[in-house]
């Protein structure tokens, strides 16, 4: 069983950093893609990056681009999303999601964590 457990989020005011991190458990974590996903209020599930188990590929949405940075160390199972010049429309909870990369990259996984909430304040 693969087990996500995402930490960091909190409350930032706009322009400011944040970064958030995603333990895995149980299961070989180089053998997967991770990414970031995020849901505010009222509005569908949207991907924001991802990483490939090798950590040499990324992809992120085109909201995100230039001011979030996607990483992850392998050693220590972990997979990270840096946050910077955050807006308040950065406003969701955000989960980690563990999966094939062409799963990711489809705006998808195959196993979720339980989320964390950012809030930007303006």
């Known amino acids: 069983q693969v087990q996500l457990v995402e930490s960091g989020g909190g409350l930032v005011q706009a322009g400011g950093s944040l970064r958030l991190s995603c333990a895995a458990s149980?299961?070989?974590?180089?053998?997967?893609?991770m990414g970031w996903f995020r849901q505010a209020p009222g509005k569908e599930r949207e991907f924001v990056a991802g990483i490939s188990g090798s950590g040499y590929s990324t992809y992120y949405a085109d909201s995100v681009k230039g001011r979030f940075t996607i990483s992850r160390d392998n050693a220590k199972n972990t997979v990270y999303l840096q946050m910077n010049s955050v807006k308040p429309e950065d406003t969701a909870v955000y989960y980690c999601?563990?999966?094939?990369?062409?799963?990711?990259?489809?705006?998808?996984?195959?196993?979720w964590g339980q989320g964390t909430q950012v809030t930007v304040s303006s």
């Open positions: 149980g299961h070989t974590f180089s053998n997967y893609a």
């Open positions: 999601a563990a999966g094939p990369w062409r799963t990711i990259l489809a705006a998808d996984g195959d196993y």
